[in-house]
C-alpha cells in the first residue's frame, strides 16, 4: 500500500468506528490533519490486529521521513549532556520525556501543539491503551511529580517516560519548583531502574502548564547534573523554540 492508500484505509476505520462517515480531503494536508484529529479524539479501546499493522506501517513512514536523529549522532556539550532542537518523536534514544497531564491519556484536542499530543499521535493509538491499562490499576490519577515508562511503539525510541509537571496558575512557588525538581528526579529514576543508557527531556511545565523558562531551565540543569553524580545516563535537553534553546546553551556553557 501507498502512504495514500493507508492513510484513507486508517481514516474509513476510525469513522466507522465511530459510525460517522466524512468526505475525504483531496489535498494531503487537511487528509493528514483529519487522522490526526481522528487519533486525538479516539477513546482506549481494543483495536483489529490490520489496522495497527497499517497504522504502523503509516506511522513509521511518516516519521522516516520527517528524518530520524540518533543519540549517536549528536555532540555532547558537557560529559553526558546533549542539546538539541527539534522535534523530540524523531530522536532515538532509550527514552524520551513526555509532559503528560494527570489523566495520563495524552491530549484529546484536535491537532493540538503540545507535546502530549504528538508523542501520542506518532507512537500510534496502542499508547493510550497502554497508559489507560496502568492508570486503570493505579486507580488514581496522576500526582504531580511523578512518573510512569510505556513502550515507545512506533517512535523511533524504545521507551516514553511520562510525567505531570506543576501547574504555575499565579506567582511561582517553592512547591512549583519542588514539584518540577521531583519530575526530572523521577523520570530519571524509571530510566536507570529499568536499565536504560539515555533519556531525552523537553521543557516540563513550560507551555501549557506556564511554568517560567529560565527558571525551569535551571531547575532541569541543576537536577540532572546533581542525579549524574551517582548514576551513569546520558541525558538530552530537547527543545523546540529558539529561546530555550538559548537559555539552556547559556546554562551549559557556564561552567
Known sequence: ????????????????????????????Y????????????????????EFIKIQDEYLREETSRKG??????????????YLWQGDITTLKCDAVVNAANSQMLGCFCLCHGCIDNAIHTYSGVQLRNACYEIMKKQGHEERTGQAKITPAFNLPCKFVIHTVGPIVGGRLTESDCELLKSCYLSCLNEAVNNNLKSIAFCCISTGEFHFPNDIAAQIAVDTVKEYQKQHEIEVIFNVFKDYDYE???ELLSAD
Open 30 to 49: 487537511n487528509q493528514k490533519r483529519l487522522l490526526r484529529s481522528l487519533f486525538n479524539i479516539r477513546m482506549p479501546k481494543e483495536i483489529s490486529g
Open 68 to 81: 530520524i536523529t540518533d543519540i549517536a549522532d549528536l555532540v555532547p556539550v558537557q560529559k553526558g549532556i
Open 1 to 28: 500500500m501507498t502512504q495514500a492508500e493507508r492513510r484513507k484505509f486508517l481514516i474509513d476505520y476510525l469513522l466507522s468506528e465511530r459510525s460517522e462517515t466524512a468526505e475525504l480531503p483531496k489535498d494531503e
Open 247 to 249: 537559555l539552556y546553551r
